[in-house]
């Protein structure tokens, strides 16, 4: 199945659309990644759902990714008397005592953070409802002033924003989740709370090469270490409602930009997540609000779009699809889409894979090729490629399953599994067959074709060759 459209599309599953008939009919609509929540779902329903979407994978032989979203640690006060009033401008008290809390206190039953805090750090509760600020604090207490009051019932979440926490962004579910999700064969770990790049490395240590590692940016701790997380991660996902709680939301705009474009540069992919068609939870149509917010990350140079309560607990699954799918095309064939892009570009490294992969674009663009096909075992690239952000189709050649899902969600490429050629004839020759075959180039036309050479060798790009699709002369470039 041929898309129309470079960035791709991650849609959470859930109640509303777990059934096999909904999976196979939200990948006709344009899901190209499936989101499971581990907040949400047991081992046993993993399972099942894997096998759901391997089954639809099979039947429409196209590759389908699946990212496992780690849930990560849930930090929460205790219990609190009923219609507690927080005022403005009042002292508030946490402790290690397990009483019913009331208006001046309440069970903290998270040592960690009294540990951690320091004077004049920003405590956060209930989603950014609350908002209060360290005064002082002890072995077993943090006493703090509140900035903004309002009503708190029991079991609420609490946020520290400016504190980086001594524990890791995995709790004990959260590694057998992951050692569970990367036996059954999911392609991405979502990994949640990412506060520093040494969370990265211990969930890429469990993972062991059987998933791809993308960190959750949402916590301002992160974006500190932004660089190293980068450099650490398989590709990221900007969390922007957990963002836009810890931190004033008029910044999450701009660090969205910046984290997209210190990606890009990196050539990993990047997934904008969180409240992007909120409203179809409920209702058939988006607000403009959110088709602009799906259209600016596209216009920005995304790689994928996520749903989630849209697509997993919503009454309009396939319309939230739909639209996402429509906006994304509707942007790509803009006059300025292709201008705004490349601003964003940077020079390639000095190597010669970046080289290589620069002058795909370069020489495309020259010959109004038809496509770009790469031959990639691991990936690197493909990834190398879709950072020049070309004009023309990519097309991922692979041997390998597991690098043709996992590729599912970066930009413009459309993946094809296929067995390596034997030699230089037989890899250009297939290379076009595929190009007419999958409907991406006609007989006449040329394609610009990538590889690394002997064939198989990982991250060895260095070659590459112009080719007429239908036997006309090879051209060698």
């Not at 999976?23 to 190209?32: N, R």
């Not at 207490?141 to 520290?160: D, E, M, P, Q, R």
């Not at 070309?390 to 599994?417: D, F, K, M, N, Y």
Request: aromatic share 4%.
């Amino acid at each position: 199945m041929k898309r129309i459209r470079r960035v791709k599309i991650v849609a959470t599953i859930g109640p509303a659309s777990d059934s096999p008939k909904m999976i196979k009919a939200l990948f006709e609509t344009g899901v190209d990644v499936f989101r499971i929540n581990m907040s949400h779902t047991s081992h046993k329903d993993m399972k099942i759902l894997h096998g759901r979407i391997r089954a639809v994978e099979k039947e429409v032989n196209r590759p389908i990714g699946i990212l496992c979203d780690l849930q990560g640690p849930k930090l929460r006060i205790g219990d609190i008397e009923k219609k507690t009033k927080i005022k403005k401008g009042e002292p508030f008290r946490f402790d290690l005592d397990e009483k019913i809390g009331d208006k001046t206190r309440v069970y903290l039953p998270h040592k960690e953070i009294i540990e951690s805090v320091s004077i004049g750090d920003e405590l956060i509760l209930d989603d950014g409802k609350l908002r209060m600020v360290v005064k002082e604090h002890g072995a077993d207490f943090i006493n703090a002033t509140v900035l903004v009051g309002g009503k708190l019932s029991k079991n609420k979440g609490i946020s520290c924003p400016d504190t980086v926490l001594p524990f890791s962004a995995m709790t004990d579910k959260d590694r057998a989740d992951l050692v569970y999700a990367t036996s059954v064969g999911v392609d991405w770990i979502a990994l949640s709370f990412v506060q520093r790049v040494g969370d990265v490395v211990e969930a890429r240590e469990l993972a062991n090469g059987k998933a791809f590692i993308m960190a959750k940016i949402e916590k301002p701790t992160a974006i500190d270490e932004l660089d190293g997380i980068i450099e650490e991660s398989d590709g990221l996902m900007i969390a922007r409602g957990d963002l836009g709680v810890e931190m004033p939301l008029e910044q999450v705009p701009g660090l969205q930009k910046r984290i997209l474009r210190s990606a890009r540069q990196a050539g990993k992919p990047v997934v904008v997540a969180t409240q992007m068609l909120e409203s179809m939870i409920e209702a058939p149509v988006p607000t403009r609000a959110e088709v602009s917010d799906v259209a600016t990350a596209v216009f920005e140079g995304a790689d994928a779009v996520m749903l989630s309560a849209e697509s997993a607990v919503g009454e309009y699954p396939l319309e939230a699809v739909g639209t996402m799918d429509k906006v994304a095309i509707e942007v790509e064939q803009d006059q300025y889409y292709n201008t705004i892009i490349r601003a964003q570009s940077t020079p390639p490294e000095a190597t010669t894979a970046d080289a290589i992969s620069f002058a795909c674009r370069m020489v495309a663009d020259t010959l109004d090729s038809a496509a770009i096909l790469i031959y990639t075992a691991t990936g690197s690239t493909a990834l190398r490629t879709a950072r020049e952000r070309p004009s023309q189709p990519l097309l991922a050649l692979t041997p390998i399953c597991e690098t043709a899902r996992r590729l599912t969600i970066l930009w413009g490429v459309h993946c094809v599994r296929t067995e390596d050629p034997t030699d230089m004839d037989e890899m250009v020759e297939g290379a076009c067959e595929i190009a007419h075959r999958e409907g991406f180039a006609q007989n006449g036309e040329r394609v610009v074709i990538t590889a690394g050479v002997p064939l198989g060798t990982p991250g060895a790009t260095n070659m590459l060759r112009v080719a007429y699709v239908g036997g006309k002369k090879l051209e060698e470039s």
